[in-house]
């Protein structure tokens, strides 16, 4: 197996020329956010089919690429279409987009996603903080000869979720009227939706959302140091919780919906971080 921090660095390499500036804050855009970069004046993009060895999004809908524009004054790297493990790759390759966003020189992770609720307080268009997360139905991408210039084999996962962030997301989202809930994120292998039964284990373990990635993420960037925040849109709620069966349509139309508002949430706090 080719060493992990290897791969990592001929992918800098292969695309260090591309980069305009040294990100600040990286920005992954899930369902909902896909059009996100398209706001701000691009400064530069990187599709991820020509950085050597790069996994490829197969997902219908999700563009692959790098995108670098400042969103206010603070230089940002986003990724415009993730990697997920259901695509059948390695969760080293899964991972490797934001170890490489971390490599550019981003601090600061702002991880987003559309997910299932499985809190019976929760509704459609609702959006979550992400406060902790359950990662453990995935294998970690840690697994493999541990790189000490990436970080520590055993790496402390107390607080995943900077502190600091979370006040600021809340404090956003109260000034722009936006309603936040908060919650335990946790993350599935997919693609199939889950069973009611496995709703109702999310539930039984202490889950408000359920999803099919971030958390394998996360898990990779608090491994590299970053200071880490998340915002799930639900964007319904989990199987059996409502009598209407699930669609990667309705999922994703109902992203959509509330998407002006996530971008209003997701830009305004990125530039509370960086104030
Ligand atoms: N389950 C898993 N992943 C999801 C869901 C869901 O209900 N909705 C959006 N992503």
Do not use: W
């Not at 398209?38 to 995108?67: A, C, D, L, N, W």
């Not at 009598?243 to 349509?249: A, R």
């Amino acid at each position: 197996m080719e060493q992990v921090f290897e791969k990592l660095e001929r992918c800098l390499e292969s695309c260090r020329d591309r980069i305009p500036f040294v990100p600040k804050t990286a920005l992954v855009l899930g369902s909902g956010l896909g059009d996100y970069a398209e706001h701000f004046p691009v400064e530069g993009e990187i599709p991820y089919r020509e950085i050597e060895g790069f996994p490829v999004s197969t997902v219908q809908g999700h563009k692959g690429r790098f995108v670098f524009a400042h969103v206010g004054e603070v230089p940002v790297v986003m990724m415009q279409g993730r990697v997920h493990y259901y695509e059948g790759y390695p969760m080293t390759d899964v991972v490797l987009p934001i170890r490489l966003m971390r490599r550019m020189g981003a601090e600061i992770l702002f991880l987003t996603n559309a997910a299932g609720g499985v809190n019976y307080d929760f509704q459609a268009g609702d959006f979550m903080m992400i406060t902790d997360q359950i990662s453990s139905f995935v294998p970690s991408p840690l697994i493999g000869p541990n790189s000490e210039k990436l970080g520590p084999r055993f790496p402390d996962m107390s607080r995943i979720y900077d502190r600091d962030l979370q006040e600021i997301l809340r404090n956003t989202a109260r000034e722009l009227g936006i309603p936040l809930r908060e919650g335990t994120y946790l993350q599935l292998t997919g693609p199939n939706f889950e069973s009611p039964h496995e709703v109702k284990m999310c539930r039984i373990l202490g889950a408000d959302a359920v999803g099919m990635s971030t958390a394998c993420e996360a898990v990779a960037a608090n491994h590299m140091g970053m200071r880490i925040c998340g915002i799930s849109c639900i964007s319904n709620l989990a199987c059996g919780m409502t009598e209407q069966p699930l669609s990667h349509q309705e999922v994703q139309e109902a992203a959509d919906r509330v998407a002006p508002l996530f971008r209003q949430l997701v830009t305004e706090s990125i530039r509370n971080m960086c104030r």
